[in-house]
C-alpha cells in the first residue's frame, strides 16, 4: 500500500474511533490527565472529592447560602479517624496563584488555643480588595481574612496558608450564625469543651478556574467518638446587596 493510502486509512480509523460514545473524553483524559486549572495551580493528584468538588465550584448561588454536600455525611477515610495521636493538622502549600488549599485537623481539648488571637492584618489573601459596608445595620467591611481551621479551633494566627478573602457573610452573620463559618466551628468547639472527645475536621475553599476569591468553602467534621458532631456542608462566598468579580476580588453595590 502506497504511503498517501496507508495515512488516509489511519485517519479514517482514529477519526471512527474517537466518534464513538465517551472515546473522545478517555483519550484527553489521557493525553491531558489534569485540567488547566489543576495544571496552574501545581496540584500534582486530584483528591478523591475532586469531581464533587469540582461541581461546587461551578453551582450557581440561588439565595440559599449554606447547601449539603454527599446527603450531610463527611468522606472521610477510616484511617483518617485514627486516634494514633491527640491532635494534629496539616495545611495545603499555596499555589502558584498564591490560593490557599485544603487544611485538616484532629481537633482536641489541647488543641484548642487558651489566649486571644493576635493581629493578622499583614496577611494579604489573593483577591483582597476590600471595602467599607453596611451590614445587618452596623458598619463593618465586605471582606474578612477567613480562618480556613478557625483560631478557636487550632490557635492558627496568621498562617498565610490557613487564610482566604471570605465576605462577612461567610465568616461570621450574627444575625443568622447558621448561615457562616462561625456557628459550625462554635458547634464543634462546645462538643470537645464538654465531651473532652476529638473531631475530624476538613475544609476545602473551592475556587472556579483561576478566580483568586473562593466561589464557596466546603465544611466536614465527624466527632471521632461517637456521631454527635456530623456534617459536609458547602457556603457560598457572597455579601447580600453586593456582586462580586471572584476572578479579580472587585465587588460592586447591587441596586
Not at 486549572?37 to 461546587?56: A, F, M, R
Not at 456521631?227 to 455579601?239: K, Y
Amino acid at each position: 500500500m502506497k504511503q498517501g493510502k496507508l495515512f488516509i486509512v489511519v485517519i479514517t480509523i482514529v477519526l471512527i474511533i474517537l466518534v464513538q460514545p465517551n472515546v473522545f473524553d478517555t483519550v484527553k483524559h489521557i493525553l491531558f490527565p489534569r485540567s488547566f486549572s489543576e495544571q496552574i495551580s501545581g496540584k500534582k493528584y486530584v483528591t478523591p472529592d475532586q469531581d464533587l468538588n469540582n461541581s461546587l465550584a461551578k453551582k450557581e448561588f440561588q439565595g440559599q447560602r449554606v447547601i449539603q454536600v454527599n446527603n450531610n455525611v463527611p468522606t472521610f477515610t477510616q484511617k483518617e479517624m485514627s486516634l494514633e495521636k491527640d491532635h494534629w493538622k496539616k495545611f495545603s502549600d499555596l499555589d502558584y496563584l498564591n490560593r490557599v488549599g485544603q487544611a485538616e485537623a484532629l481537633l482536641s481539648l489541647r488543641s484548642l488555643p487558651s489566649n486571644n488571637r493576635g493581629d493578622i492584618s499583614s496577611v494579604k489573601p489573593t483577591g483582597w480588595k476590600n471595602k467599607k459596608i453596611i451590614f445587618n445595620g452596623e458598619q463593618s467591611y465586605l471582606y474578612n481574612r477567613c480562618h480556613l481551621i478557625a483560631f478557636s479551633l487550632s490557635g492558627e494566627n496568621d498562617n498565610p496558608k490557613n487564610l482566604f478573602t471570605g465576605t462577612r457573610a461567610l465568616n461570621a452573620d450574627f444575625a443568622n450564625e447558621q448561615q457562616s463559618m462561625v456557628y459550625y466551628e462554635k458547634e464543634i468547639a462546645n462538643y470537645i469543651r464538654t465531651t473532652n472527645h476529638h473531631v475530624l475536621y476538613r475544609v476545602t475553599p473551592i475556587f472556579n478556574g483561576i478566580d483568586l476569591v473562593v466561589k464557596g468553602v466546603r465544611m466536614e467534621a465527624k466527632s471521632v467518638e461517637n456521631n454527635q458532631i456530623e456534617f459536609n456542608i458547602f457556603i457560598f462566598n457572597v455579601q447580600p446587596g453586593y456582586k462580586i468579580n471572584y476572578l479579580d476580588g472587585t465587588t460592586v453595590k447591587e441596586k
